[in-house]
């Protein structure tokens, strides 16, 4: 990047920051991962100024040979790893991939029941914050009070009292599997579509590691970006027979012009989670997550659920009287970055929510396992027993920082 740093050095230093940051602290938002560098050098090709506005042997601009080569390759790559019917990659987003979903099939005022916020769902899933509650009728199920898991006898009343046109499954604060075989009985038992978004946990569906909801589901969405370890960018899996519908929802229905840097990114990120180290890093990342959260019960912190099934542990805060944007404040100061996160049955503001969410992806992908998640779950001990003392925080910080010295970034 030698260029950018004679014709803008402002934004040179930010980036020199960025990457500063990145390797001197440890990411444990559940939502992000470290991508491989070529990954990086895809997202930052000549395609990044390409229009091709259409389909390949579709378009709606000349000189489109190569980024029909490309999203070709791109959506056999992506159809081979899920063994999904068709592919569109081109949605920018995991918020657009469910938009052009829900527009492709779906008519205003439609009813769609979804799974709650506040119980792990995503804003995108009909939240009142969120653009989709405004376009379409919501409902939403939550998870039992006592297990703190889906409550499926309590969906399939609801789905049978509304009549929904679609379920949607998938969550983004959910530690336990999904039953995605039952979900889509009692979305067939009331002729809906079955949509799942399963934008977390893409990376562990391609490896094979946990259940695929490809098989069940008519539209299954994801994101690059976190256990699946690309860049950012969406995609939408679904049957045949939705192609058409589906194509013309994201073009031109909601978007224009595809982002084809990104498209190259998603088609080396979905090449890289095709060979067999990739499996062994999601294995370990599910590993490092659940030791995670054996070794904060082990220290009486409460999980949600008692535990986890995937990348994700959401804990508790409220029995210590700790807000989660406390926690979050503690222990990004120390070097560790996590997110505070709502957890179910917590009437605190979405800004002060009770829940502390962690995930192991960007911690796996350099290269860390039990020693190191036993030394992280000690720092974050340490921090949240005392949280204001910020002598405490810079201590940590340099524990922080020599670990990582020892764990580099993917290169």
């Not at 499954?169 to 399963?198: C, E, H, K, Q």
């Not at 944007?325 to 709502?342: H, I, M, Q, S, V």
Request: net charge neutral; proline share 6%.
């Amino acid at each position: 990047m030698a260029l950018l740093s004679i014709c803008d050095p402002q934004i040179d230093a930010l980036i020199r920051n960025e990457e500063k940051r990145l390797s001197e602290t440890i990411d444990l938002i559940a939502a992000e991962n470290h991508p491989a560098p070529a990954i990086l050098e895809a997202l930052g090709s000549v395609f990044a100024i390409k229009a091709a506005e259409g389909y390949p042997a579709a378009r709606y601009h000349a000189g489109c040979d190569q980024a029909d080569a490309l999203e070709n390759l791109a959506i056999e790559r992506c159809r081979r790893l899920f063994g999904a019917e068709h592919a569109n990659v081109q949605p920018h987003s995991g918020v657009a991939a469910n938009w052009a979903v829900y527009f492709a099939v779906l008519q205003p005022g439609d009813r769609i029941l979804a799974m709650r916020l506040s119980h792990g769902g995503h804003l995108s899933h009909g939240a009142t914050a969120s653009a989709t509650s405004r376009c379409f009728s919501w409902a939403h199920y939550g998870v039992d009070p006592e297990s703190e898991v889906i409550d499926y006898a309590a969906i399939e009343a609801m789905a049978a009292r509304i009549r929904p046109q679609m379920l949607v499954a998938g969550a983004s604060a959910y530690p336990r599997r999904i039953d995605y075989a039952r979900l889509a009985d009692i979305a067939a038992g009331v002729s809906a579509l079955f949509m799942v978004d399963m934008a977390h946990i893409a990376g562990l569906v391609a490896a094979d590691v946990i259940p695929s909801p490809v098989p069940h589901a008519d539209f299954v969405t994801f994101t690059t970006y976190k256990t699946l370890g690309g860049s950012r960018g969406g995609v939408i899996l679904c049957r045949e027979k939705f192609r058409p519908a589906i194509d013309r929802s994201v073009f031109p229905g909601c978007q224009g012009t595809p982002a084809l840097n990104m498209i190259a990114a998603k088609a080396v990120c979905f090449e890289l989670a095709a060979q067999p180290a990739f499996r062994a890093r999601q294995q370990q990342t599910i590993a490092n997550a659940r030791r995670m959260g054996r070794a904060l019960e082990k220290r009486g912190y409460r999980l949600v659920s008692g535990g986890t099934d995937n990348h994700l542990v959401l804990i508790d805060l409220r029995p210590r009287g700790i807000g989660g944007d406390t926690a979050e404040k503690a222990l990004a100061d120390a070097g560790l970055f996590a997110n505070r996160n709502p957890v179910p049955f917590d009437d605190a503001p979405p800004g002060r929510p009770g829940g502390l969410r962690l995930g192991a992806p960007a911690i796996t992908a350099r290269g860390m396992g039990p020693e190191e998640v036993d030394q992280i779950v000690e720092w974050i001990d340490r921090l949240l027993r005392h949280p204001q003392d910020l002598a405490l925080r810079r201590s940590v910080r340099e524990e922080v920082s020599a670990l990582c010295r020892r764990f580099a970034l993917p290169s």
